[in-house]
């Protein structure tokens, strides 16, 4: 059986992180749920966590440098931000986010199917090498 890929989602809303835990976990990913970016922290190093994808509102204090941090980790994880309205102000050329994907509006088997692509597609990219020297 493959090893599960680990999915840390980091949002302070809490309908959005039970919601895509859920789904996430159906599709056979290992999501771990963080109310904000100090407890995704604490999280990654209580636990030693290698992370896969991080997805994560932008618009919560400190969520560019988390995503820097684990994309200059060994295992390059891949960044999927939530974007809403108060996250406007990053564009995607300047920003430590891969994708930028909105936030559903109602939780449906389309919206579920539409996350669960995202995240396989990273998945993807992150098989491929991120930074070459």
């Known amino acids: 059986m493959p090893e599960k890929k680990v999915v840390l989602i980091v949002s302070n809303d809490l309908g959005f992180l039970c919601w895509l835990g859920f789904t996430l976990g159906m599709a056979g990913h290992r999501a771990l749920p963080a109310k904000g970016v100090a407890e995704a ?10 992370v896969d994808v991080l997805i994560i509102d932008p618009a919560l204090e400190g969520a560019g ?15 999927i931000a939530v974007a809403t309205g108060k996250s406007a102000g990053f564009s995607p050329l300047s920003s430590p986010f891969d994708v930028f994907k909105a936030l559903p509006e109602q939780s449906s088997a389309q919206a579920a199917e539409s996350w669960i692509q995202s995240v396989e597609a990273q998945l993807e990219a992150n098989l491929k090498p991120v930074f070459t020297f």
């Open 41 to 50: 922290e604490r999280l990654l190093e209580d636990f030693n966590l290698q």
């Open 65 to 79: 440098a988390l995503a820097q941090t684990l994309r200059w980790s060994p295992n390059q994880t891949r960044t």
